[in-house]
């Protein structure tokens, strides 16, 4: 008997001192991933993008959470796609969304209560619009479940807030968009990215630097008095945010200067 039970004691050792390596690997894979990750997405560079992706599909071998890691594959792919729609290349933009898609199924199969999977969701349905125009009652039904599912799960969530605001930012006033009602979801979500803190050091955190640079391009567009210099306060925090943020630094920064010159 008391050699069964000092066999089950070593059994369960190794069990234990197993999963913990196991949880040590993935802990420490993610962190690494997640790292690279954000290089490549401030840099907007591909190639580095797609090697990230390639991280990430090592990580799943691991067998540990993997649906996080289906969210993270997908993404790489949406930041993929937006390249594309940077260079109006809309056939990667349909590329990578379709995959970014399929992927992120994975994920909500394995985690059906994850706020963030619904909001990326909702961030790829709205690039459809950009190559799929005829399937508007599709992409607004499909809009809706995405944005009525993220904020049921987590209505703090501060990328719910970013991304929705993006939407109002890019939607003519006369269908319910424009600076100010964007200005309302971005202002919520930055709020909200103040006193955030993730569950777990591998959920997503991104987004804080495209909400100030969001503001900026919102008060660039509405440009009432004193609006310029809200837009130039903004993207300073923007930066202090992230010193690296390719999206303040070459985009948001080159239509605050545009504007500028403008006025003088």
Do not use: H
């Not at 619904?118 to 809009?143: C, H, P, S």
């Not at 955030?196 to 495209?210: I, M, N, S, V």
């Amino acid at each position: 008997m008391k050699t069964i039970f000092v066999k089950l004691l070593l059994i369960f050792a190794v069990v234990f001192t197993t999963s913990t390596l196991m949880a040590d690997d993935f802990t420490d894979a993610m962190a690494k991933a997640r790292k690279n990750l954000k290089s490549a997405g401030e840099t907007a560079d591909e190639k580095a993008l797609m090697k990230s992706r390639g991280e990430f599909e090592r990580i799943l071998q691991l067998k540990k959470n993997q649906w996080i890691v289906y969210y993270y594959i997908a993404y790489v792919d949406y930041n993929i796609s937006m390249l594309g729609a940077k260079d109006q290349n809309f056939d990667k933009v349909k590329k990578y969304t379709e995959s970014a898609m399929d992927i992120l199924n994975k994920s909500t199969d394995l985690n059906p209560d994850f706020s963030d999977s619904y909001v990326l969701r909702l961030a790829l349905t709205f690039n459809r619009w950009m190559y799929e125009q005829d399937k508007m009652a599709d992409i607004i039904a499909k809009t809706t479940a995405a944005d009525e599912t993220a904020k049921s799960l987590d209505p703090d969530n501060p990328r719910y807030y970013l991304i929705t605001g993006i939407s109002a930012y890019f939607t003519p006033e006369m269908f319910g968009g424009g600076a100010d009602k964007a200005l309302k979801q971005l202002n919520k979500g930055l709020e909200l990215f103040q006193t955030r803190k993730e569950k777990e050091d591998y959920y997503p955190d991104w987004g804080k630097d495209l909400t100030c640079g969001y503001i900026a391009l919102c008060y660039l567009k509405r440009d009432d008095k004193g609006d310029i210099e809200k837009a130039k306060q903004y993207i300073d925090k923007g930066l202090e945010a992230n010193p690296d943020s390719v999206f303040i630094k070459g985009y948001v920064q080159k239509q605050y200067d545009e504007k500028v010159k403008d006025k003088k």
